[in-house]
């Protein structure tokens, strides 16, 4: 399902958990034409209880662009099984590793997104992972790469932070958050756009 893809590819380019970006609502989203969009996740839908506000990057809009296909969609990632609900969490699951039906010999394996492109399986959470080395390698420091992972800041370029001053430090944290999403975002356009390396056995 297109819709999956869509949300598979968000949790790629904001870092967020499956959980806290499924039930996006557009109610949610922040100046989407202008200079800094950004989601802001109620404390309910995220692991530590309190609120998220993700800056967006031009990919992770572009996303929410395709998915919202009219006015009256509420949930960014609606089910294409039951109109008016965000997609269930395990279907990015399923998306990636495919199903099995190892009790019931008469439906047929589907193969996942893994298999399809010969990947090794991995889950939606591991794209965080992903998302995270990604901007290790772009020179981004740990500590801006915990923020937008939603961890706790415990030390800024090696120095100790306390528990009480990143508590405080965490809401000036927005313009660094943009930038290594949109760092990351760049570097997925060049990965994606690179042209690939002609074979040298097919030169005539």
């Known amino acids: 399902d297109r819709k999956v893809r869509l949300a598979l590819k968000f949790e790629l380019v904001t870092m967020l958990r499956s959980g806290e970006l499924l039930a996006t609502h557009r109610d949610e989203l922040r100046d989407l034409d202008g200079a800094n969009p950004e989601l802001h996740v109620p404390a309910k839908r995220v692991k530590k209880r309190r609120v998220i506000h993700q800056p967006l990057s031009d990919l992770a809009v572009q996303i929410i662009g395709e998915a919202l296909a009219s006015d009256a969609q509420g949930f960014v990632f609606e089910s294409s099984v039951y109109p008016g609900q965000p997609i269930h969490r395990t279907a990015m699951a399923t998306a990636l590793r495919g199903t099995k039906h190892e009790n019931n ?77 949109d760092g990351i975002a760049r570097e997925l356009r060049r990965i994606v756009r690179e042209p690939v390396a002609a074979d040298p056995r097919m030169a005539a």
């Open 105 to 181: 010999p008469d439906k047929s394996k589907k193969a996942g997104l893994c298999e399809l492109l010969g990947l090794k399986p991995f889950t939606p959470h591991d794209l965080r992972r992903t998302a995270a080395t990604l901007a290790g390698e772009l020179g981004y420091s740990d500590s801006v790469i915990a923020a937008c992972l939603d961890h706790q800041v415990t030390k800024d370029q090696g120095e100790k932070v306390g528990r009480v001053t990143s508590v405080y430090v965490g809401s000036k944290r927005m313009n660094q958050k943009r930038a290594v999403l």
